[in-house]
């Protein structure tokens, strides 16, 4: 019982959060080079290109580009078995629509691989992790463009033959079901390079790209078992389970609503099928999403091999609208669980919701689930040479790995990974803040961009490293 012998333990991270390097060996630049940092409540600016005299956080990051070395050792020194990160797209295609690869972006990440390789570690790759080249946005309008299939699934073949012998888990669209939270412009953006423009229907559009999406993602999937029939590719949502308020059925019926949107993107990717909600839904208000003959098959032929997600938090809606308000940073239009705690930013912490979330994608779809990404946001700093006591870190993760047990054990979940987020800290997606930290590895950086970026080792380095050893019985 518990934790199967080969258990994927590792942590999980993205090319734009942690590398830097944003214009080293012809980088393009991408859509989170033109994200200045914001603030918990304070979002961050999209701007028109890359300006003068504002603080865009992606650009330097943690200058992993320069430093994996180093970082890859504390990984191996913890025991990862594998490691999340995403190739950004823009070393490898700087603009997006060339017909040929950029060799400088290709050799960083075999070089990167090997170095994994080399402590035992098992890449574990995100084709699109909210970096997608800028150009694209700027000249073909992204993937409100069909052409975005052919740029993406070039993209992906590359890298696919490029690392068939040193890459077998895949995944292609970083939460992509994000964008279905329509009235925040940082979802669409980060998703898909799209700025919804006034008047048109936000949810319309939603659908042209996701149905774009899905194409692209589908052909990945065929080419990528062609290229290789042993990879592993699988889909990811950010997956936050919604309760209703109570048991008024009028709740449940809201609750039911909210899940849709989060389903939609999931149940297309691994039924290989429209589902009859979204598609009465179409009928209903007269959406004309543009398909080419042919595009239904490529859906049903190209359904994922395993469901990766993110879970950090769970909601509450309710049936009356005056009760509900923007929560957790503003992403989600919620009420707060009287039952649980908030994180500094705002983020309900709850690991049982992790095992029900484990076990209703196991019913909804049957198939193997990975966590790729779980952790806390703290507000951490280093005194002198005394390591930092992280133990709400700690206490959080030993809670969302013991409900993870009990999926595995009560639920018969098939679980093959565990990838905390940020195993050493880095730039904040949502808030590009560095000082949002999620590390076992402290990086000495502040918001300014301030810092020597020297990392130690935190009291969860420690702790984590005890945890894989014991294969998650000792917490
Ligand atoms: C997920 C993303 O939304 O959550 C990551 O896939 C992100 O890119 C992570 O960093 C944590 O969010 P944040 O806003 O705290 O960085």
Redesign the pocket.
């Known amino acids: 019982m518990g934790f199967p012998k080969d258990f994927l333990w590792g942590g999980a991270v993205?090319a734009h959060?942690l590398e830097g390097a944003w214009q080293a060996g012809d980088k393009g630049v991408s859509v989170a080079d033109v994200m200045t940092a914001g603030r918990h409540g304070q979002p961050r600016q999209i701007t028109d290109g890359v300006k003068e005299n504002l603080n865009y956080p992606n650009h330097d990051a943690i200058d992993f580009y320069h430093r994996y070395k180093e970082d890859v050792s504390l990984f191996g020194e913890m025991g990862f078995k594998c490691f999340r990160t995403s190739i950004a797209w823009t070393r490898i295609f700087p603009n997006g629509d060339e017909l040929e690869p950029n060799e400088a972006g290709l050799q960083f990440y075999d070089d990167l691989f090997d170095e994994l390789h080399k402590y035992g570690i098992e890449p574990v790759i995100t084709l699109s992790?909210?970096e997608l080249p800028y150009h694209l946005v700027s000249q073909y309008g992204a993937w409100r463009n069909r052409k975005m299939i052919e740029f993406f699934v070039r993209f992906a073949e590359t890298v696919f033959r490029r690392y068939k012998d040193k890459v077998h888990y895949w995944m292609t669209f970083?939460?992509i079901n994000?964008q279905s939270e329509l009235e925040v412009p940082f979802t669409a953006f980060t998703n898909s390079g799209v700025l919804y423009k006034d008047g048109e229907d936000k949810k319309e559009v939603m659908y042209q790209v996701a149905h774009y999406q899905f194409v692209a993602a589908a052909l990945a999937v065929k080419k990528g078992h062609e290229i290789n029939p042993e990879f592993k590719i699988g889909c990811m949502l950010?997956y936050q389970p919604v309760y209703p308020e109570s048991c008024n059925p009028e709740d449940q019926i809201k609750q039911l609503e909210k899940m849709h949107m989060r389903n939609f993107f999931g149940d297309v990717h691994c039924r290989g099928h429209y589902p009859a909600y979204a598609l009465k839904e179409w009928e209903n208000k007269e959406y004309k999403i543009a398909m080419e003959p042919g595009d239904l098959e490529i859906i049903a032929a190209g359904t994922v091999d395993y469901l990766a997600f993110?879970y950090?938090m769970s909601f509450v809606v309710s049936s009356d609208a005056a009760k509900m308000k923007s929560v957790s940073g503003g992403a989600t239009i919620a009420v707060d669980n009287p039952y649980l705690k908030q994180s500094e930013?705002g983020w309900q912490i709850d690991p049982v919701g992790l095992r029900y979330a484990l076990a209703v994608l196991t019913e909804r779809y049957e198939l193997p689930l990975m966590v790729v990404?779980n952790?806390i946001?703290l507000h951490e700093s280093k005194v002198g040479n005394m390591m930092i006591q992280d133990d709400a870190r700690i206490e959080y993760f030993a809670a969302h790995i013991e409900q993870m047990k009990q999926a595995i054990d009560l639920d018969g979940v098939k679980l093959l990974g565990y990838c905390p987020?940020?195993p050493i800290d880095l730039v904040?997606?949502?808030?590009g803040e560095m000082e949002?930290r999620?590390g076992f590895i402290y990086v000495d950086k502040d918001n300014e961009g301030h810092g020597s970026l020297d990392r130690t080792k935190k009291k969860s380095f420690y702790w984590y490293q005890k945890v894989i050893s014991s294969n998650g019985e000792d917490l």
């Open positions: 993205a959060q992790h909210f970083n939460e994000n950010s993110s950090y930013w990404e952790g946001g987020w940020g904040s997606a949502g808030t949002k999620y």
